[in-house]
């Protein structure tokens, strides 16, 4: 009969245990597990939220990458026409410029012809009053005439 008694008592023991274990050790550790559940699915979550917010910021990164290479473009483009308006701008005031000069230039060019017409005017009407005196001092001779007439012509 030991073998029952005994039995019995592991039996009552066991069924004691089982009650004790279910009653004050199974609670916290499913309440634990469930606690690790929920922090994991948490973590889960966050990590694709995480996943989710580097892909619409490397979305962004990309619209602002691509906005900021067309803006250069704009500004190149500007800064090159820019550049071809000053340099048409300093053609045309070099035109100007030139033709101003070159108006000047012929001017001067029509006062110098001026000035130098005056004076072979003056050293021609001196040379005529100084062939007529010539001439009238001496007797009216055609053949004299002739040879002094040769002679002021070969003195231009």
């Known amino acids: 009969m030991e073998f029952n008694v005994t039995l019995l008592g592991q039996a009552i023991t066991f069924a004691i245990l089982v009650w004790f274990t279910m009653k004050f050790v199974w609670p916290p550790l499913t309440n634990m597990m469930e606690e690790r559940a929920e922090r ?58 030139g033709a101003k000069l070159v108006t000047e230039a012929k001017s001067q060019i029509d006062q110098e012809v001026l000035r130098a017409k005056e004076a072979l005017r003056e050293q021609v009407a001196g040379l005529a009053v100084a062939g007529a005196e010539k001439i009238l001092r001496k007797e009216i001779d055609a053949a004299k005439h002739a040879d002094l007439l040769a002679s002021i012509k070969a003195e231009f």
């Open 40 to 97: 994991i699915a948490d973590g889960l979550a966050a990590a694709e939220r995480g996943k989710q917010d580097l892909e619409a910021a490397e979305k962004r990164v990309a619209d602002e990458l691509r906005q900021a290479k067309q803006q250069a473009t704009e500004l190149i483009l500007a800064a090159e026409k820019r550049a071809n308006q000053i340099v048409e701008e300093a053609k045309d005031a070099a035109r100007t410029e």
